[in-house]
């Protein structure tokens, strides 16, 4: 069973950069896609930015595209996201997930991902 660990959120000035990580342990992902997602009280957990378990990624329209990026190091198996240009709007608990059967391509939907991690604020102060 494979378990999620991420790291890297905290505080920040709007206009400023995180990097989270996800680190997998377990087994590898390296055959799964993996997820971003965000949520905060107010809304549903919503998708951030994915990979296939080939590399392509995928991101949120118009909400963050062009600002996050996501990564993977297999070596490490562990997954980043990169934030640049941060918003205030961009609060929220950010979690990685892996999609729940290898071999897919990546989802926006969270039910289709059944490991998370335990997440990790990210603030944005304006």
């Known amino acids: 069973q494979v378990q999620l660990a991420e790291s890297g959120g905290g505080l920040v000035q709007a206009g400023g950069s995180l990097r989270l990580s996800c680190a997998a342990s377990?087994?590898?992902?390296?055959?799964?896609?993996m997820g971003w997602f965000r949520q905060t009280p107010r809304k549903e957990r919503e998708f951030v930015a994915g990979?296939?378990?080939?590399?392509?990624?995928?991101y949120a329209e118009d909400s963050v595209e062009g600002r996050f990026s996501i990564s993977t190091d297999k070596s490490k198996n562990t997954v980043y996201l990169q934030m640049n240009n941060l918003k205030p709007e961009d609060t929220a608990v950010y979690y990685c997930?892996?999609?729940?059967?290898?071999?897919?391509?990546?989802?926006?939907?969270?039910?289709?991902?059944?490991?998370w991690g335990q997440g990790t604020q990210v603030t944005v102060s304006s």
């Open positions: 990979m296939t378990y080939y590399g392509r990624s995928t």
């Open positions: 997930a892996t999609h729940s059967s290898p071999y897919q391509t990546t989802t926006m939907n969270s039910r289709d991902y059944d490991t």
């Open positions: 377990g087994r590898t992902f390296s055959n799964f896609a």
